[in-house]
């Protein structure tokens, strides 16, 4: 189990890469280049059957992260938000529904709970058999980035204090985390402020 996070865009967005996925450090990942397929595969015998391509879709960005990480995430405070409380847990029992200050948990696991992000609702229909949906989303917005940076500014600045929740089976650390924080950093402060609204953030666990 996971932690994917996807920036959508609006419209679609061109890749290039090898179709190739490895699991690394608790997160998944395409391999860039043949060379490093080869490198993971070193035994495979079809080396010569894997190419670059280009291809199309909407995801401008994925973050792909262990849940084992969690409790680390739950002790990553985000400054600027003192005085909030997480929203209710819907799907737990009422008994269970704690609410906590808002943490890089609610950030990344779980925007729906943290009460500063804007969320919306999308219509999908499938075109092949007509099944329409309804699908939740967090607005990309000014909120949203502050927040990302102060959370990565926070595990950076707090190695040891956070590394004592590194998963005991190995699975994911405080580099991953630190890692997949600041990759997502880059990719919003890459994005004008102009353009927000042409992007939704999916937490999906």
Known sequence: ???DLTIESRTPVRHRGTGVF???GGMTRELQTVEEVRQHFPDATNIG???ITDYEDYDYFHL???HNLTEMASHVPISGTEGHLSKPQEWRKPEDREQHPLTAYELLWHPELNPLLEQTTLHRRDDEDGTEWDVSRTRLTPEYVRQTMAAYQYIAA???ELSVYNPSNGWGDYDGLLRNVQN???CLVGIPYDDYDQYLIDSDT
Do not use: C, G
């Open 1 to 3: 189990m996971s932690l």
């Open 22 to 24: 490895v699991r690394d």
């Open 49 to 51: 059957d894997i190419h």
């Open 64 to 66: 792909n992260m262990t």
């Open 158 to 160: 707090h190695r040891e």
């Open 184 to 186: 997502l950093v880059q």
